[in-house]
């Protein structure tokens, strides 16, 4: 992946066995990056912007980002990373059950750059993050400018 | 949806109904009450001067009445007058022919006597009505002609040369005070019937007062209807203008108490809309859970299962049939369970959010020729048709309509795929489907010679997750719902008509011109 520093995976969920069933289909797929876990929105925030291994401060990430939270919804996190000029070339994945053409129209308006629809088929889910993964490890991140 | 269109309906029915019966009755006592008065009124006024020009006529006749008498005693006068002139004439004849015989005199007498005698007549003619007067004038008569012969028998004496005679007759006949007491008698006579003449005259006047009285009665009485009148109808205007203004008022509250009602149906249609949308959403989530660790239990038993081929090979002693129960048996049965479960609920899930969205779609309505629209479903389904050797006919000409081609797709391939669905085994399918135009409608019919519908099921079959019949085909009874769904959402409606194993036929209707919800 990254030449010198290893992508952090910050995924954004509200529900824990989602999180599990998808941190395990990630660690399935061969990825063996670092997954920080958040569960709402404001420690998502925190963390993104002010905790030392946040990717303000810490280097590169990628974002996994789910729009139902309990106290904001993600695509408001979107926004947010997406008009930072230490953010804003983060690649954000929306994984969300939502397939509301509107709802995903507005993501990618917003920037994110993979929408990925939950299929409640857990073959289908499995293959779904498991496809990720696979890239994962072939996209180029660029590092944080944060650190720049 | 139905229901709450037929609240819709229900409600302004009612509302409509309640405001219109308040302001009728607001009309209807002020109306009333007015007319009533006015009515009253006007004919009270009416009679009044009825009765005034009545009295104004009988008045009238009567003045010309007393009129009539007035210049009758005038005639009497007259006659009395005359009658004492000719009586004076006659005297005088007399007189100058008993000093003179001149033959001229003889001629004035005679003319006189003549005169006396008609005015004499006249005045008896005249006099018939009044008896005091009569009387008189009888007396008048006899002492007139008493005269007359008396002065006749002077006169012939002196023509006959009894001068003495002649003289001492005009001496001591009492001729001359007949003749006084004949005046005398007439000035009676004037006297009377001047009396007469001023009665008259005193009840003419009082006739004529009596009508001025009864004019200037009637000219107030005139005035006082016109004057009330034009009083009660300006108040009786003013009345209907305010009724109008209220009733307008009324009819705008109305309108907008419709208003209000439209939009608050609608706040809530959307509102169980989004209902459905999120409650569907949130229930996809911890299904993607159970899904996903019920796929991990089931590795993870694979891995039992492994271990447990492993120790029957290795250490067979160890095993008892409860453990092998357990993991070849039980625990890949609850496995099962819960997949077809949540498969199922999935299933459902996605039903309620696929209705939401239907129900969330902007119409986009468009000329829809039927006949070509019913053909194309036709054609996608040729070949499960020709499999089970049903035929489809399409009776032309189908109507032509404006509405959303999406839509009308869906509801009638879901009515074709259904009557191609529940065919009868062992008959030849034969699926007809026809359309006509019937009071600004467009009414499209399918029917099937399949097995039909118990008709206590015509209402089940459209409901959400219901099924009606013997349940030999998958499905999970969303079709027909949806199906309503879209006929209510084009503004249309559909009905069924069937018997058990006497084929179905769905009828739907829909505004030949779609017309878009006014938005509120």
Sequence with gaps: MNGHQPVNIIMVEDDEGHARLIERNIRRAGISNTVHHLSDGSSALRFLFEHPEGPVKNGPALVLLDLNLPDMSGTEILARIKSDPALRRTPVVVLTTTDDKVEIQRCYDLGCNVYITKPVNYENFADAIRQLGLFLAVIQIPESEGLG | ?520
């Design chain 2, 1 to 520: 949806m139905a229901a709450s269109e037929d609240t819709v309906a229900e409600g302004h029915g009612s509302l409509y109904s309640r405001v219109m019966a308040r302001v009728a009755d607001e009309l209807d006592l002020s109306d009333r009450a007015a007319t009533r008065a006015v009515i009253l009124f006007v004919i009270l006024g009416f009679l009044g001067l009825l009765a005034g020009g009545v009295t104004a006529g009988i008045v009238m006749v009567d003045n010309q009445q007393r009129v009539g008498w007035v210049n009758h005693t005038y005639e009497v006068e007259r006659h009395i007058d005359r009658l004492r002139l000719q009586m004076e004439r006659l005297e005088a004849a007399r007189r100058g022919y008993l000093l003179d015989a001149d033959p001229t005199f003889r001629m004035i007498f005679d003319d006189a006597e003549a005169s006396l005698t008609h005015e004499v007549a006249q005045l008896s003619a005249l006099t018939q009505d009044n008896p005091a007067q009569k009387a008189t004038v009888e007396r008048l008569t006899d002492q007139t002609n008493r005269l007359r012969v008396m002065l006749g028998a002077s006169m012939i004496a002196r023509s006959l040369g009894l001068d003495q005679k002649a003289l001492e007759d005009f001496r001591t006949d009492g001729s001359v005070q007949m003749a006084r007491g004949a005046r005398t008698m007439g000035g009676a006579m004037l006297a009377e019937e001047n009396r007469l003449l001023s009665a008259r005259m005193t009840t003419q006047r009082r006739t004529v007062n009596i009508f001025y009285g009864v004019l200037t009665a009637s000219g107030v009485l005139l005035l006082l209807v016109a004057t009330a009148s034009i009083l009660l109808i300006a108040r009786y205007v003013r009345a209907l203008a305010t009724s109008r203004d209220s009733l307008k008022a009324l009819n705008d509250n109305l309108e907008q108490a419709v208003a209000v009602r439209t939009r608050d149906l609608r706040r809530a249609n959307d509102e169980i809309q989004r209902f459905a949308y999120i409650v569907s959403h949130d229930l996809r989530s911890p299904l993607v859970n159970v899904h996903g660790f019920t796929a991990e239990l089931e590795r993870s038993s694979q891995t039992i299962v492994a271990l447990l081929q492993r120790v029957e090979q290795e250490a067979p002693h160890l095993l008892d049939a409860e453990a092998r129960r357990a993991v070849y048996a039980d625990a890949p049965e609850a496995i099962g369970f819960i997949r077809t479960s949540t498969q199922k609920m999935d299933r459902l899930i996605n039903a309620i959010l696929r209705l939401s969205r239907e129900g969330r779609r902007t119409i986009t309505p468009e000329r829809l020729d039927m006949a070509r629209l019913v053909r194309g479903i036709a054609d996608s389904m040729r070949h499960r048709m020709d499999e089970i050797g049903a035929q489809l006919t399409v009776e032309t000409p189908m109507p032509e309509i404006v509405s959303d081609r999406l839509a009308v797709e869906q509801i009638l391939s879901n009515l074709i795929e259904n009557a191609v669905k529940y065919l009868k085994p062992g008959r030849p399918g034969r699926i007809q489907v026809r359309g006509w135009l019937e009071a600004g409608r467009a009414v499209i019919e399918v029917q099937d010679n399949g097995r039909g519908i118990d008709p206590k099921d015509h209402e089940r079959v459209f409901e959400l997750f219901r099924r009606a019949g013997f349940q030999d085909q998958p499905g999970e009874g969303i079709g027909l719902a949806h199906v309503r769904a879209l006929a209510y959402r084009l503004g249309g409606g559909i009905t069924c008509v069937s018997a058990l194993d006497a084929g179905a036929t769905f009828r739907l209707s829909l505004p030949v011109t779609y017309v878009a919800e006014p938005t509120a």
